[in-house]
């Protein structure tokens, strides 16, 4: 069977509903087997995108603001509580939400912060879909200078291969140093490319 891999934006992923007709696409095709999501978007001229939202968060934390991390937390936690009721599923995301405002209040950094958005984007795609999350740290690896390791399509193959379909957050991986590492704004789109090397895709839709 031919691999098609799917890439989803920001837009895509803005709220439960346009999640609920992205994994309509996504069903529609049997060979679209891998997907690789974007944090939540725009919903409406003048919204805030989730990553925006999470870099204010950790430069607040990193600040010491406690009343500017909060506004900007709150934001996305009543973001994330929302999809989580639009999608009809309970798929634990306060828990997950509780996870990284201590993380990042305890110096987790604005790396692994702004990752938070595509990696809980994912967790929700992998429940509507019903298909395995596979985290992005598991295969995509950076140099110390910051550029892409090559070594990522060979790992990526070998983890991919245990899944016959899964779900992956785009815009990160793992640094040499072991922690999350983020690409530059719009590098989600550089995770399916990776993607679809990894698993030899006969089609990249982005």
Not at 158 to 182: H, I, M, Q, W
Not at 188 to 201: E, H, L, Q
């Amino acid at each position: 069977m031919a691999i098609k891999v799917c890439k989803f934006g920001g837009t895509s992923m803005a709220d439960g509903n346009v999640i609920l007709s992205a994994a309509k696409i996504v069903r529609a095709d049997s060979e679209r087997r891998y997907v690789v999501v974007s944090a939540p978007g725009k919903r409406f001229s003048g919204d805030i995108k989730i990553t925006d939202l999470l870099y204010r968060s950790a430069e607040a934390a990193a600040n010491g603001d406690k009343a500017a991390f909060d506004e900007a937390f709150g934001k996305i936690r009543t973001r994330f509580m929302n999809i989580e009721t639009e999608v009809g599923k309970n798929l634990g995301i306060k828990v997950a939400l509780d996870e990284v405002e201590e993380k990042v209040l305890n110096g987790a950094g604005a790396d692994y912060c702004a990752s938070r958005g595509e990696y809980l984007a994912a967790k929700i795609m992998s429940a509507v879909l019903d298909v395995p999350f596979v985290d992005a740290t598991e295969f995509i690896r950076f140099k110390e200078d910051g550029t892409l390791d090559e070594v990522t399509f060979e790992i990526g193959a070998k983890v991919l291969s245990k899944y016959e379909r899964a779900v992956v957050p785009g815009f990160y991986g793992l640094g040499a140093d072991g922690n999350v590492k983020t690409f530059s704004r719009g590098g989600g789109d550089i995770s399916g490319s990776i993607v679809a090397r990894s698993v030899m895709a006969s089609l990249y839709e982005n």
